[in-house]
Protein backbone atom coordinates (compact mmCIF):
# COMPACT_ATOMS: atom_id res chain seq x y z
CA UNK A 1 0.00 0.00 0.00
CA UNK A 2 1.54 3.17 -0.96
CA UNK A 3 1.99 6.32 2.57
CA UNK A 4 -0.47 8.76 2.30
CA UNK A 5 0.18 11.58 0.60
CA UNK A 6 -1.53 15.19 0.97
CA UNK A 7 -3.55 15.91 -2.48
CA UNK A 8 -2.44 19.29 -4.31
CA UNK A 9 -4.55 22.13 -3.57
CA UNK A 10 -7.49 23.42 -5.08
CA UNK A 11 -6.37 25.56 -8.68
CA UNK A 12 -2.98 24.09 -8.89
CA UNK A 13 -2.43 21.98 -12.13
CA UNK A 14 -0.20 18.93 -12.29
CA UNK A 15 3.37 18.96 -14.22
CA UNK A 16 2.11 15.72 -15.72
CA UNK A 17 -1.50 16.56 -16.91
CA UNK A 18 -0.14 16.95 -20.84
CA UNK A 19 1.35 13.30 -20.78
CA UNK A 20 -1.63 11.88 -22.88
CA UNK A 21 -1.47 13.83 -25.31
CA UNK A 22 1.68 11.98 -26.72
CA UNK A 23 -0.29 8.70 -27.26
CA UNK A 24 -2.70 10.99 -29.11
CA UNK A 25 -0.83 13.14 -31.43
CA UNK A 26 1.82 10.24 -32.39
CA UNK A 27 -0.95 8.28 -33.04
CA UNK A 28 0.31 5.49 -30.07
CA UNK A 29 4.03 5.13 -31.37
CA UNK A 30 4.99 7.16 -28.26
CA UNK A 31 2.85 5.46 -25.64
CA UNK A 32 5.98 2.95 -24.81
CA UNK A 33 7.68 6.40 -23.71
CA UNK A 34 5.62 7.35 -21.40
CA UNK A 35 4.38 4.01 -19.75
CA UNK A 36 8.02 3.60 -19.59
CA UNK A 37 8.63 7.34 -17.88
CA UNK A 38 5.51 6.84 -15.49
CA UNK A 39 6.85 3.41 -14.68
CA UNK A 40 9.97 4.90 -13.62
CA UNK A 41 8.35 7.44 -11.85
CA UNK A 42 6.02 5.22 -9.51
CA UNK A 43 9.26 2.50 -9.66
CA UNK A 44 6.56 0.04 -10.93
CA UNK A 45 8.82 -3.03 -12.73
CA UNK A 46 5.12 -4.23 -14.49
CA UNK A 47 4.26 -0.91 -15.45
CA UNK A 48 8.18 -0.49 -17.10
CA UNK A 49 7.80 -3.89 -18.69
CA UNK A 50 4.19 -3.05 -19.87
CA UNK A 51 5.74 -0.43 -21.48
CA UNK A 52 7.70 -3.20 -24.17
CA UNK A 53 4.29 -4.29 -25.22
CA UNK A 54 3.39 -0.97 -26.43
CA UNK A 55 6.86 -0.91 -28.32
CA UNK A 56 5.75 -4.31 -29.83
CA UNK A 57 2.19 -3.00 -30.60
CA UNK A 58 4.30 -0.07 -33.14
CA UNK A 59 6.35 -3.07 -34.48
CA UNK A 60 3.11 -5.15 -35.49
CA UNK A 61 1.66 -2.22 -37.52
CA UNK A 62 4.29 -1.37 -39.22
CA UNK A 63 4.61 -5.11 -40.40
CA UNK A 64 0.99 -5.15 -41.36
CA UNK A 65 1.85 -1.64 -43.20
CA UNK A 66 4.78 -3.76 -45.27
CA UNK A 67 2.55 -6.63 -45.97
CA UNK A 68 2.29 -6.82 -49.94
CA UNK A 69 -1.60 -5.74 -50.86
CA UNK A 70 -3.43 -8.37 -53.06
CA UNK A 71 -3.64 -8.16 -55.95
CA UNK A 72 -7.24 -6.47 -56.50
CA UNK A 73 -6.28 -3.95 -54.22
CA UNK A 74 -7.59 -5.58 -50.96
CA UNK A 75 -5.48 -5.55 -47.71
CA UNK A 76 -5.06 -8.94 -46.55
CA UNK A 77 -6.60 -9.69 -43.79
CA UNK A 78 -3.00 -10.58 -41.59
CA UNK A 79 -2.41 -6.81 -41.95
CA UNK A 80 -5.88 -5.69 -41.16
CA UNK A 81 -5.45 -8.11 -38.02
CA UNK A 82 -2.25 -6.58 -37.01
CA UNK A 83 -3.14 -2.84 -37.61
CA UNK A 84 -6.33 -3.31 -35.52
CA UNK A 85 -4.46 -4.30 -32.82
CA UNK A 86 -1.91 -1.75 -32.92
CA UNK A 87 -5.20 0.65 -32.71
CA UNK A 88 -6.79 -1.20 -29.96
CA UNK A 89 -3.27 -1.51 -27.69
CA UNK A 90 -0.53 0.89 -28.69
CA UNK A 91 -3.13 3.99 -29.90
CA UNK A 92 -6.24 3.71 -27.11
CA UNK A 93 -4.87 1.60 -24.58
CA UNK A 94 -1.68 3.75 -24.81
CA UNK A 95 -3.71 6.79 -23.80
CA UNK A 96 -6.02 5.09 -21.73
CA UNK A 97 -2.42 4.09 -19.63
CA UNK A 98 -0.88 7.01 -19.78
CA UNK A 99 -4.03 9.13 -18.19
CA UNK A 100 -4.02 6.31 -15.47
CA UNK A 101 -0.29 7.14 -15.13
CA UNK A 102 -0.40 10.72 -15.13
CA UNK A 103 -2.71 10.67 -12.02
CA UNK A 104 -0.92 8.30 -10.11
CA UNK A 105 2.31 10.54 -10.37
CA UNK A 106 0.24 13.43 -9.58
CA UNK A 107 -1.35 12.17 -6.80
CA UNK A 108 2.44 11.06 -5.81
CA UNK A 109 4.42 13.98 -6.71
CA UNK A 110 1.86 17.23 -6.34
CA UNK A 111 3.23 20.41 -7.34
CA UNK A 112 5.30 22.22 -5.17
CA UNK A 113 3.79 25.57 -3.93
CA UNK A 114 6.00 28.62 -3.22
CA UNK A 115 6.98 28.49 0.88
CA UNK A 116 5.15 31.46 2.29
CA UNK A 117 8.27 33.14 4.26
CA UNK A 118 9.93 33.22 0.79
CA UNK A 119 7.12 34.44 -1.01
CA UNK A 120 6.77 37.36 1.70
CA UNK A 121 10.85 37.88 1.54
CA UNK A 122 10.64 38.52 -2.20
CA UNK A 123 6.97 40.99 -1.80
CA UNK A 124 9.44 42.91 0.99
CA UNK A 125 12.20 42.87 -1.71
CA UNK A 126 9.59 44.73 -4.50
CA UNK A 127 8.40 47.35 -2.00
CA UNK A 128 12.08 48.27 -0.82
CA UNK A 129 12.54 49.09 -4.49
CA UNK A 130 9.17 51.10 -4.98
CA UNK A 131 10.25 52.95 -1.65
CA UNK A 132 13.86 53.94 -3.33
CA UNK A 133 12.11 55.23 -6.27
CA UNK A 134 9.49 57.03 -4.36
CA UNK A 135 12.75 59.03 -2.11
CA UNK A 136 14.85 59.61 -5.57
CA UNK A 137 11.63 60.92 -8.02
CA UNK A 138 9.44 62.38 -5.29
CA UNK A 139 11.29 63.05 -1.49
CA UNK A 140 8.39 64.87 -0.64
CA UNK A 141 5.90 61.84 -0.63
CA UNK A 142 8.43 59.72 0.62
CA UNK A 143 8.58 61.88 3.66
CA UNK A 144 5.25 62.13 3.86
CA UNK A 145 5.24 58.65 4.27
CA UNK A 146 7.85 58.49 6.99
CA UNK A 147 10.09 56.22 4.51
CA UNK A 148 12.80 54.70 6.15
CA UNK A 149 11.66 55.34 9.52
CA UNK A 150 10.24 52.36 11.31
CA UNK A 151 10.95 54.42 14.92
CA UNK A 152 8.08 56.04 14.19
CA UNK A 153 4.51 54.89 15.24
CA UNK A 154 1.29 55.04 13.15
CA UNK A 155 2.82 54.35 9.42
CA UNK A 156 0.73 53.30 7.01
CA UNK A 157 3.05 52.96 4.15
CA UNK A 158 5.39 49.41 4.27
CA UNK A 159 8.36 50.41 3.08
CA UNK A 160 9.55 46.77 3.19
CA UNK A 161 11.93 47.24 6.32
CA UNK A 162 14.09 50.35 4.49
CA UNK A 163 15.89 52.23 7.34
CA UNK A 164 17.60 55.51 7.19
CA UNK A 165 20.63 55.45 8.58
CA UNK A 166 20.92 59.31 8.68
CA UNK A 167 17.55 59.85 11.18
CA UNK A 168 16.74 56.51 12.71
CA UNK A 169 17.44 56.39 16.80
CA UNK A 170 20.82 54.17 17.42
CA UNK A 171 18.53 51.93 19.13
CA UNK A 172 17.01 51.30 16.12
CA UNK A 173 19.20 50.60 13.67
CA UNK A 174 20.46 48.18 15.93
CA UNK A 175 17.11 46.17 16.00
CA UNK A 176 16.16 46.74 12.52
CA UNK A 177 19.72 46.21 10.67
CA UNK A 178 20.14 43.51 13.40
CA UNK A 179 23.91 44.87 13.73
CA UNK A 180 25.29 45.07 17.32
CA UNK A 181 24.74 47.88 19.74
CA UNK A 182 28.45 49.40 19.99
CA UNK A 183 28.08 50.02 16.15
CA UNK A 184 24.69 51.41 15.67
CA UNK A 185 26.13 53.86 18.06
CA UNK A 186 29.33 54.75 15.95
CA UNK A 187 27.09 54.99 13.07
CA UNK A 188 24.96 57.57 14.63
CA UNK A 189 28.04 59.59 16.43
CA UNK A 190 30.06 59.32 12.95
CA UNK A 191 26.57 60.60 11.42
CA UNK A 192 26.60 64.03 13.32
CA UNK A 193 30.20 64.50 12.87
CA UNK A 194 30.08 64.69 9.24
CA UNK A 195 27.02 66.15 8.75
CA UNK A 196 25.33 62.84 7.74
CA UNK A 197 26.11 59.60 5.24
CA UNK A 198 25.62 59.90 1.11
CA UNK A 199 26.76 56.38 0.59
CA UNK A 200 26.82 52.57 2.33
CA UNK A 201 30.71 53.47 1.30
CA UNK A 202 30.76 55.99 4.18
CA UNK A 203 29.68 53.52 6.56
CA UNK A 204 33.08 51.51 5.32
CA UNK A 205 35.20 54.44 5.89
CA UNK A 206 34.14 56.60 9.23
CA UNK A 207 32.46 53.46 10.96
CA UNK A 208 35.53 50.89 12.60
CA UNK A 209 32.95 48.20 13.41
CA UNK A 210 31.12 48.19 10.04
CA UNK A 211 33.32 45.20 7.65
CA UNK A 212 32.37 44.89 3.86
CA UNK A 213 30.52 41.48 4.96
CA UNK A 214 28.18 43.20 6.91
CA UNK A 215 27.68 46.16 4.99
CA UNK A 216 26.69 43.34 2.27
CA UNK A 217 24.05 41.93 4.40
CA UNK A 218 22.45 45.14 5.03
CA UNK A 219 23.19 46.90 1.61
CA UNK A 220 19.60 46.54 0.31
CA UNK A 221 17.54 47.44 3.44
CA UNK A 222 19.88 51.30 4.27
CA UNK A 223 18.98 54.62 3.05
CA UNK A 224 20.18 58.31 3.79
CA UNK A 225 18.00 61.11 3.31
CA UNK A 226 20.27 64.52 3.65
CA UNK A 227 19.85 65.18 7.26
Known sequence: ?????????????????????????????????????????????????????????????????????????QIPPASTALILLYLAVAWLGGTLHTLYLQQRVARRDPPRLPDPAVAAAAWRANRRTEARQLLTTNPATALDLRIGRPDITGRQYDDGGLVDVNHVPPAWLAQALQIPQPLADEIAAARMQHDGFSSPEELLIYCSGMTPDRLALIRDYIVFRPL
Do not use: Q
Open 1 to 73: MEPFRPAAPPGTRSTTWWWFLIPIVSFGLASFVMVFLGGSKLGSRAHMWSAGAYLLADASCFVGLLLPYAPDG
